[in-house]
């Protein structure tokens, strides 16, 4: 399927995103695999994949259970599971992560928690 996700709960299979509107609001649950094109923006929760080319947002209230590879993640939220970027991980103020990072630059702010292992430097996954 493409296009936008339901999220009511009776979530669907292999969504894709394309622009920056929240693709799960605040509150919406989705589970299945996201494909990341351009700026994605999570604010509810996704259990599951979230894969592409593109930059991932993930909001204060939003929860990650599952794998995020993409090029770019900037998250102020909670991931559970590995994080691949080809370019760079920066979990801000206030994020949660507890997995493994892999990308070329890493930014963690104060107030944010990171519980894992690293491979920072040279070229994210292909």
Not at 1 to 22: H, I, L
Not at 86 to 94: K, Q
Request: hydrophobic share 40%; net charge negative; proline share 4%.
């Amino acid at each position: 399927m493409t296009g936008r996700p339901r999220v009511d709960g009776a979530a669907s299979e292999g969504s894709e995103a394309t622009d920056s509107e929240a693709l799960v609001p605040c509150g919406g649950v989705f589970e299945g695999q996201v494909a990341i094109l351009g700026a994605t923006r999570i604010e509810g929760t996704v259990r599951g994949s979230l894969r592409g080319p593109g930059e991932l947002i993930l909001g204060r209230d939003a929860r990650v259970e599952g794998v995020i590879d993409c090029d770019v993640l900037s998250s102020r939220g909670e991931v559970i599971g590995p994080i691949v970027a080809r370019s760079r991980v920066h979990l801000a103020m206030g994020a949660r992560c507890e997995g493994d990072l892999e990308a070329p630059v890493v930014l963690i702010d104060d107030e944010a928690v990171w519980n894992g292992r690293a491979r920072i430097g040279g070229r994210g996954s292909d």
